[in-house]
T-cell receptor
Framework: NAGVTQTPKFQVLKTGQSMTLQCAQD?????MSWYRQDPGMGLRLIHY???????DQGEVPNGYNVSRSTTEDFPLRLLSAAPSQTSVYFC???????????????FGPGTRLTVL | LAKTTQPISMDSYEGQEVNITCSHN???????ITWYQQFPSQGPRFIIQ???TKVTNEVASLFIPADRKSSTLSLPRVSLSDTAVYYC??????????????FGTGTRLKVLA
Protein backbone atom coordinates (compact mmCIF):
# COMPACT_ATOMS: atom_id res chain seq x y z
CA ASN A 1 0.00 0.00 0.00
CA ALA A 2 1.19 3.49 -0.83
CA GLY A 3 -0.87 4.88 2.06
CA VAL A 4 -1.70 8.58 1.71
CA THR A 5 -0.03 10.37 -1.19
CA GLN A 6 0.06 14.09 -1.88
CA THR A 7 1.10 16.05 -4.95
CA PRO A 8 2.88 18.28 -5.54
CA LYS A 9 5.54 18.24 -2.80
CA PHE A 10 6.39 21.90 -3.36
CA GLN A 11 4.53 24.72 -5.07
CA VAL A 12 5.10 28.46 -5.52
CA LEU A 13 2.14 30.61 -6.52
CA LYS A 14 1.60 34.27 -7.18
CA THR A 15 -1.12 36.13 -5.34
CA GLY A 16 -4.46 35.57 -7.05
CA GLN A 17 -3.56 32.32 -8.77
CA SER A 18 -5.61 29.21 -8.16
CA MET A 19 -4.46 25.63 -7.85
CA THR A 20 -5.49 22.20 -6.62
CA LEU A 21 -3.58 20.13 -4.08
CA GLN A 22 -4.08 16.45 -4.70
CA CYS A 23 -4.57 13.79 -2.02
CA ALA A 24 -5.18 10.10 -2.59
CA GLN A 25 -5.32 7.05 -0.33
CA ASP A 26 -5.43 3.35 -1.15
CA UNK A 27 -6.64 2.04 2.20
CA UNK A 28 -10.36 2.31 1.42
CA UNK A 29 -10.77 4.87 4.20
CA UNK A 30 -14.05 6.73 4.28
CA UNK A 31 -12.82 9.60 6.44
CA MET A 32 -10.40 12.16 4.94
CA SER A 33 -9.30 15.59 6.05
CA TRP A 34 -7.02 18.50 5.22
CA TYR A 35 -4.85 20.38 7.72
CA ARG A 36 -2.52 23.31 7.38
CA GLN A 37 0.54 23.86 9.51
CA ASP A 38 2.18 27.27 9.69
CA PRO A 39 5.83 27.51 10.76
CA GLY A 40 6.29 26.51 14.39
CA MET A 41 2.56 25.98 14.85
CA GLY A 42 0.18 23.09 15.33
CA LEU A 43 -2.25 21.54 12.85
CA ARG A 44 -5.42 23.39 11.93
CA LEU A 45 -8.30 21.59 10.25
CA ILE A 46 -9.45 23.10 6.93
CA HIS A 47 -12.09 20.68 5.59
CA TYR A 48 -13.02 17.07 6.13
CA UNK A 49 -15.13 14.38 4.51
CA UNK A 50 -16.89 11.37 6.00
CA UNK A 51 -17.40 9.71 2.62
CA UNK A 52 -17.88 10.27 -1.09
CA UNK A 53 -20.19 13.20 -1.72
CA UNK A 54 -20.05 14.47 1.88
CA UNK A 55 -17.78 17.30 3.02
CA ASP A 56 -17.82 19.78 5.88
CA GLN A 57 -15.85 22.72 7.19
CA GLY A 58 -13.13 22.65 9.79
CA GLU A 59 -11.53 25.45 11.79
CA VAL A 60 -10.11 27.52 8.90
CA PRO A 61 -12.15 26.85 5.71
CA ASN A 62 -12.12 30.32 4.14
CA GLY A 63 -10.33 30.50 0.81
CA TYR A 64 -10.47 26.74 0.23
CA ASN A 65 -12.88 24.40 -1.53
CA VAL A 66 -13.09 20.62 -1.45
CA SER A 67 -15.09 17.90 -3.13
CA ARG A 68 -15.19 14.13 -2.70
CA SER A 69 -16.32 12.30 -5.80
CA THR A 70 -14.54 9.02 -4.97
CA THR A 71 -13.47 7.25 -1.80
CA GLU A 72 -9.82 7.45 -2.83
CA ASP A 73 -9.40 11.14 -3.69
CA PHE A 74 -9.91 14.34 -1.74
CA PRO A 75 -8.51 17.40 -3.60
CA LEU A 76 -8.14 20.80 -1.95
CA ARG A 77 -8.64 23.85 -4.16
CA LEU A 78 -7.24 27.29 -3.46
CA LEU A 79 -9.56 29.72 -5.20
CA SER A 80 -7.40 32.86 -5.22
CA ALA A 81 -4.10 32.37 -3.42
CA ALA A 82 -3.01 34.88 -0.79
CA PRO A 83 0.31 35.20 1.08
CA SER A 84 -1.54 34.21 4.27
CA GLN A 85 -2.03 30.77 2.74
CA THR A 86 1.69 30.10 2.71
CA SER A 87 1.89 26.93 4.77
CA VAL A 88 2.47 23.19 4.73
CA TYR A 89 -0.67 21.25 3.90
CA PHE A 90 -1.29 17.75 5.18
CA CYS A 91 -3.95 15.32 4.09
CA UNK A 92 -5.07 12.55 6.43
CA UNK A 93 -7.36 9.54 6.22
CA UNK A 94 -8.88 7.00 8.59
CA UNK A 95 -11.64 4.46 8.86
CA UNK A 96 -15.09 5.80 9.58
CA UNK A 97 -15.30 4.93 13.24
CA UNK A 98 -17.39 5.97 16.19
CA UNK A 99 -15.87 9.43 16.43
CA UNK A 100 -14.65 8.84 19.96
CA UNK A 101 -11.03 8.94 18.89
CA UNK A 102 -10.39 5.28 18.19
CA UNK A 103 -9.68 5.86 14.50
CA UNK A 104 -5.98 6.16 13.70
CA UNK A 105 -5.26 9.07 11.37
CA UNK A 106 -2.79 8.33 8.57
CA PHE A 107 -1.08 11.44 7.25
CA GLY A 108 0.49 12.16 3.90
CA PRO A 109 3.98 13.68 3.49
CA GLY A 110 2.64 17.19 2.97
CA THR A 111 2.70 19.90 0.32
CA ARG A 112 4.81 22.97 1.02
CA LEU A 113 3.08 25.98 -0.53
CA THR A 114 4.53 29.47 -0.88
CA VAL A 115 2.38 32.34 -2.10
CA LEU A 116 4.28 35.43 -3.26
CA LEU B 1 -14.51 18.60 22.59
CA ALA B 2 -12.14 17.72 25.40
CA LYS B 3 -9.79 20.65 24.96
CA THR B 4 -6.22 19.67 25.64
CA THR B 5 -3.37 21.55 27.27
CA GLN B 6 0.25 20.51 26.80
CA PRO B 7 3.57 22.17 27.53
CA ILE B 8 4.76 24.10 24.49
CA SER B 9 8.28 22.73 24.61
CA MET B 10 10.62 20.46 26.56
CA ASP B 11 14.33 19.73 26.46
CA SER B 12 15.91 16.47 27.48
CA TYR B 13 19.24 14.69 27.22
CA GLU B 14 19.94 11.45 25.48
CA GLY B 15 19.30 8.40 27.62
CA GLN B 16 16.78 10.11 29.90
CA GLU B 17 13.14 9.18 30.31
CA VAL B 18 10.78 11.88 29.08
CA ASN B 19 7.25 12.36 30.37
CA ILE B 20 4.87 14.67 28.54
CA THR B 21 1.59 15.39 30.30
CA CYS B 22 -1.63 16.42 28.60
CA SER B 23 -4.53 17.91 30.54
CA HIS B 24 -8.08 17.26 29.33
CA ASN B 25 -10.47 18.20 32.12
CA UNK B 26 -13.62 17.91 29.98
CA UNK B 27 -12.99 14.47 28.53
CA UNK B 28 -16.20 12.64 27.61
CA UNK B 29 -17.01 9.16 28.85
CA UNK B 30 -16.43 7.55 25.45
CA UNK B 31 -13.35 9.55 24.43
CA UNK B 32 -10.09 7.78 23.72
CA ILE B 33 -6.69 9.45 24.13
CA THR B 34 -4.27 9.25 21.23
CA TRP B 35 -0.72 10.55 20.87
CA TYR B 36 0.91 11.42 17.57
CA GLN B 37 4.56 12.15 16.76
CA GLN B 38 5.66 14.55 14.03
CA PHE B 39 9.24 14.72 12.81
CA PRO B 40 10.40 17.85 10.97
CA SER B 41 9.12 18.03 7.41
CA GLN B 42 6.90 14.97 7.84
CA GLY B 43 3.26 14.28 8.57
CA PRO B 44 2.26 13.16 12.08
CA ARG B 45 2.17 9.47 12.83
CA PHE B 46 0.33 7.44 15.46
CA ILE B 47 2.32 6.47 18.55
CA ILE B 48 -0.07 5.10 21.14
CA GLN B 49 -3.70 5.12 22.22
CA UNK B 50 -5.52 4.34 25.44
CA UNK B 51 -8.75 4.66 27.38
CA UNK B 52 -7.69 4.11 30.99
CA THR B 53 -4.85 2.83 33.20
CA LYS B 54 -1.64 1.99 31.33
CA VAL B 55 -0.85 1.07 27.77
CA THR B 56 2.62 0.11 26.55
CA ASN B 57 4.00 -0.64 23.12
CA GLU B 58 7.46 -0.86 21.60
CA VAL B 59 7.73 2.92 21.33
CA ALA B 60 6.14 4.42 24.43
CA SER B 61 3.90 4.04 27.45
CA LEU B 62 0.71 5.91 28.16
CA PHE B 63 -0.47 6.48 31.71
CA ILE B 64 -4.07 7.50 32.36
CA PRO B 65 -5.29 8.09 35.93
CA ALA B 66 -8.68 6.92 37.12
CA ASP B 67 -10.36 10.31 36.63
CA ARG B 68 -8.99 10.47 33.03
CA LYS B 69 -8.57 14.25 33.27
CA SER B 70 -4.96 13.97 32.18
CA SER B 71 -2.62 11.55 30.49
CA THR B 72 1.15 11.15 30.37
CA LEU B 73 3.18 9.95 27.43
CA SER B 74 6.40 8.33 28.58
CA LEU B 75 9.37 7.86 26.25
CA PRO B 76 12.05 5.62 27.77
CA ARG B 77 15.71 6.50 27.22
CA VAL B 78 15.27 9.04 24.45
CA SER B 79 17.76 9.50 21.64
CA LEU B 80 18.43 12.39 19.28
CA SER B 81 16.00 10.82 16.81
CA ASP B 82 13.12 11.35 19.25
CA THR B 83 13.32 15.10 18.63
CA ALA B 84 9.84 15.85 17.33
CA VAL B 85 6.51 17.47 18.12
CA TYR B 86 4.11 15.32 20.15
CA TYR B 87 0.37 15.86 19.94
CA CYS B 88 -2.26 14.69 22.40
CA UNK B 89 -5.65 14.14 20.75
CA UNK B 90 -8.73 13.40 22.82
CA UNK B 91 -11.95 12.28 21.18
CA UNK B 92 -13.47 14.37 18.42
CA UNK B 93 -15.81 17.31 17.96
CA UNK B 94 -19.27 16.01 17.16
CA UNK B 95 -21.42 18.28 14.95
CA UNK B 96 -24.54 17.68 12.88
CA UNK B 97 -24.24 13.92 12.91
CA UNK B 98 -20.57 13.86 12.01
CA UNK B 99 -17.30 14.49 13.78
CA UNK B 100 -13.94 16.15 13.23
CA UNK B 101 -10.52 15.88 14.81
CA UNK B 102 -9.02 19.09 16.18
CA PHE B 103 -5.34 18.97 17.06
CA GLY B 104 -3.77 21.28 19.60
CA THR B 105 -0.41 22.99 19.39
CA GLY B 106 1.57 19.96 20.56
CA THR B 107 4.75 19.73 22.63
CA ARG B 108 8.05 20.36 20.90
CA LEU B 109 10.60 17.94 22.37
CA LYS B 110 14.26 18.60 21.77
CA VAL B 111 16.73 15.90 22.74
CA LEU B 112 20.25 17.12 23.40
CA ALA B 113 23.48 15.16 23.15
Amino acid sequence: NAGVTQTPKFQVLKTGQSMTLQCAQDMNHEYMSWYRQDPGMGLRLIHYSVGAGITDQGEVPNGYNVSRSTTEDFPLRLLSAAPSQTSVYFCASSYQGSGWGTDTQYFGPGTRLTVL
Amino acid sequence: LAKTTQPISMDSYEGQEVNITCSHNNIATNDYITWYQQFPSQGPRFIIQGYKTKVTNEVASLFIPADRKSSTLSLPRVSLSDTAVYYCLVGAVHTSGTYKYIFGTGTRLKVLA
